[in-house]
């Protein structure tokens, strides 16, 4: 596993436990498709939420939550697609798409979460 992934895999674990600590149930964990990955896949209560994990260590290039693109976006929204298709226990339930922006605040992670970043595409 390349360095990067492994540092990715870290902060997806983090904001993991962000969103439990803020009462969100887990479902999955980096669900991939032909049409991409989606990061988290949780529950918080009966909505279905597809989160997207962005890390930014400086914000000279915008914030994590910046980079998720309408391209981005479509990538997801069809892999949220593809996952309610193989799993049906969770079709008929309402659905949202999260983003969760890490950032740095000096030595400390700084966590923003993004409830309904966008809709799908």
Known sequence: MTHSRE???SWEKAAE???RKKGLRSVTRNY???FGEIDLVMLDGATLVFV???YRARAT??????????TKQSRITAA???YLKQ???HASRPCRFDVVSIGQDGEK???DWIRSAFEAA
Not at 61 to 70: L, P, Q
């Open 7 to 9: 540092k990715g895999q």
């Open 17 to 19: 436990r962000f969103l």
């Open 32 to 34: 991939g498709s032909r």
């Open 52 to 54: 997207e994990v962005r």
């Open 61 to 70: 290039h915008g914030t994590g939550a910046a980079s998720v693109t309408t």
């Open 80 to 82: 949220a697609r593809s």
């Open 87 to 89: 799993d049906k226990r």
């Open 109 to 111: 992670a700084r966590f």
